[in-house]
């Protein structure tokens, strides 16, 4: 009796884990159908376009003023349906698209990214990093190349998210938390990066497109979040390790599968090239500090002599552009995947294939980032946020944190992180400001909201792409397999992430070169 009593107990205890599981996969069920039923990105900002036209004039005949809290100027609203207003968005369609400041950042990064991806030299690093690790640090070096992949946008996600479970497998480790860690890396340390990546520059761009709602001689560049992305790599390669060796391993069992795996090392001829191409990037790394370092260096404030306010970093695309390109030259010309000016221009215009989209996207994105500004609208919601949040009390690390929790929660229903900084940042980012933080910080809350939830979320672009990764070890993974192995990584990530950010507030740190925690 008592053993049917213990099978009873067993058998009741299952069927409450499996009704808990159950619902919260019914829970992630529904924000899939309303993710999916949400329009694309760029209907989206076209119809936000319409909504500032019509809340424009709205606002303008309720009378609501505001005053600038910096100069004291009394901040009227602008409709958008007044006859200056008409005239204004007729005029200036063409001119919001091509003056929009990620636009031009982006093209040309990616062009110089492009010979770089092209010619192999994105590939075999990773690859070299991966493969060249000791036993003990291979869960840690799959994430620190997962980290390491925000170079190349998308290069992680096809490349290395595979790759790691090929790791894995050859060290008769599992191949889901291969998986687990590469993706944990790759999408979950979205906000943290060893050097500038591809979407640093755009982020920063709209981050200064809002914050001249404010401040319009205020510049921000794309190395704000510098010192707190480099820091937060650390942090993320230690925890996300621990997540995995202890907690999700132990989840998934040993594995059945076949022992061993065959998968391409780095060859003799790639290493080569990867050497060639690492004393390149010293040369232009040497040659740079030649122009910045000495009092008198070409590339300082020629009255000042500035590095902070200086040529360098005004044009600091121009020094991206550079360092991606010349390595990826001298590696595709030693390797052999460039052997004439036509393998270079293909390369580059490949890497130009992918931005259809995006180039529409940003379209609409310059349509709604300038009508909030001609509308004054995004200046009158900050000072008025900003009086809220006074208010009620709620600055300092709380608010940081609130914001870390809002921008999580809209990742789970938009993917795009440019898309939905888009959106945020004109609203945010001078709300903060006239609370007294620097875009800096308010930019790195929201990486970390933003990258939390990536591998969770099924409006993740890529998300199909690893399940599908995953089937190819046992068929009968499916999206809620990817959920609840990377469920701990989004929670763990949250806890440290924002207890990182707190500390650094607090510390009063700059989260890049010329960003302070707090408005001078």
């Given at each position: ?18 009704e ?17 039923k949400l ?18 004039d ?15 100027e ?8 007044a006859?200056?207003?008409?005239r ?11 003056l ?14 492009g010979v770089?991806?092209?010619?192999g ?8 990093m991966v ?12 994430i ?5 992949s ?22 008769k480790?599992h ?9 944990c890396?790759v999408s ?24 001249h ?24 390669i ?9 907690i ?30 690492g004393?390149?990037?010293?040369a ?10 000495p ?6 404030d ?10 360098f ?7 991206l552009?550079?360092?991606f ?21 293909k ?5 130009m ?8 996207l940003?379209f ?7 009508c ?9 919601l ?7 949040l ?6 300092g690390?709380?608010?940081?944190v ?13 993917g ?9 940042a004109?609203?945010f ?15 790195a809350?929201f990486?970390?909201?933003d ?17 599908a ?6 068929e009968?993974?499916g999206m ?7 469920l ?10 924002s ?16 960003a ?5």
């Open positions: 009796m008592s053993g049917k009593k213990q099978t009873r107990k067993i058998f009741e205890s299952k069927k409450k884990k499996d808990k599981r159950s619902a919260f996969l019914r829970v992630l069920d529904s924000i899939e159908k309303v993710g999916n329009p694309h990105p760029a209907s989206l900002f076209a119809i936000f376009v319409l909504i500032i036209i019509l809340v424009s709205l606002v303008t005949r309720l009378q609501v003023t505001a005053v600038h809290p910096g100069t004291g009394l901040i009227r609203p602008v409709s958008l349906l006859p200056d207003g008409l204004w968005l007729y005029t200036s369609l063409v001119e919001n698209f091509v929009f400041p990620p636009l031009g950042v982006v093209l040309v990064v990616l062009i110089a990214i770089a991806e092209g010619a030299l994105i590939s075999a690093l990773l690859r070299h493969l060249a690790a000791p036993r003990r640090l291979v869960t840690a070096a799959v620190a190349a997962g980290i390491l925000h170079l190349a946008s998308s290069a992680g996600y096809v490349l290395l998210v595979p790759l790691g479970a090929m790791v894995f497998v050859a060290f480790r191949p889901m938390a291969g998986i687990a860690a590469a993706f890396g979950g340390g979205f906000g943290a990066n060893f050097f500038i990546g591809s979407i640093d520059p755009i982020l920063a761009g709209l981050s200064e497109s809002a914050a709602l404010v401040d319009t001689e205020m510049h921000i560049s794309p190395t704000v979040n510098m010192y707190f992305m480099f820091v937060s790599s650390f942090l993320l230690l925890v996300g390790s621990w997540i995995t060796e202890k999700v391993e132990p989840r998934l069992g040993p594995y059945e599968g076949e022992a061993a795996e065959d998968f391409e090392n780095v060859t003799p001829g790639e290493r080569k090239g990867l050497i060639w191409a004393i390149s990037v010293l232009v790394l040497a040659l740079f500090l030649l122009l910045v370092l009092a008198n260096g070409l590339l300082r020629p009255v000042t002599g500035s590095v902070l306010h200086s040529p970093m005004t044009g600091l695309v121009s020094f552009f550079i360092f390109l010349v390595p990826g030259l001298v590696y595709g010309l030693v390797v052999g995947t460039i052997r004439n000016d036509r393998d270079v221009i390369h580059m215009t490949n890497s294939k992918g931005l259809a989209g995006y180039i529409v940003v609409f994105a310059g349509q709604f980032v300038y909030f500004k001609e509308s004054n609208m995004g200046v009158l900050a000072i008025n946020g900003a009086e809220m006074k208010s009620i009390g709620l600055t690390v709380g608010l940081l609130a914001f870390v929790v809002v921008s999580a929660f809209i990742n789970l229903f938009m795009s992180a440019s898309a939905k900084w888009a959106i945020m004109p609203i980012v001078p709300m903060f400001m006239f609370v007294g933080y620097h875009p800096g910080i308010t930019q809350a990486r970390i909201g990258s939390i939830t990536n591998i969770i979320t099924p409006m993740m672009s890529y998300f199909a792409l690893i399940v990764f995953a089937q190819k070890y046992d009968r993974y809620g397999t990817i959920i609840a192995t990377m701990p990584y989004t929670l763990i990530f949250f806890i440290s992430w207890l990182l950010l707190a500390v650094w507030m607090l510390l009063g740190l700059p989260t890049g070169p010329g302070p925690i707090f408005l001078q």
